[in-house]
């Protein structure tokens, strides 16, 4: 298991900072890991997870 900052999740997702965690907020972006001292990351398979959710909700309209 890979844990992956905000910086590399913005790279892959290509969605910024406040929209992450504003669908973070709605549930629907996987959850940060708090890793201590105010710092987190993102388990990398659940990331691709949500994108290849997110091309299957394109494919399926």
């Known amino acids: 298991m890979r844990l992956i900052r905000l910086t590399h ?16 907020a709605t549930g629907g972006f996987p959850k940060p890991v708090p890793l201590g001292g105010g710092r987190v990351a993102w388990i990398e398979q659940e990331i691709q997870d949500w994108i290849a959710e997110c091309i299957k909700a394109r494919d399926a309209t």
């Open 9 to 24: 999740v913005t790279e892959v997702t290509g969605l910024r900072r406040s929209t992450i965690y504003k669908y973070i």
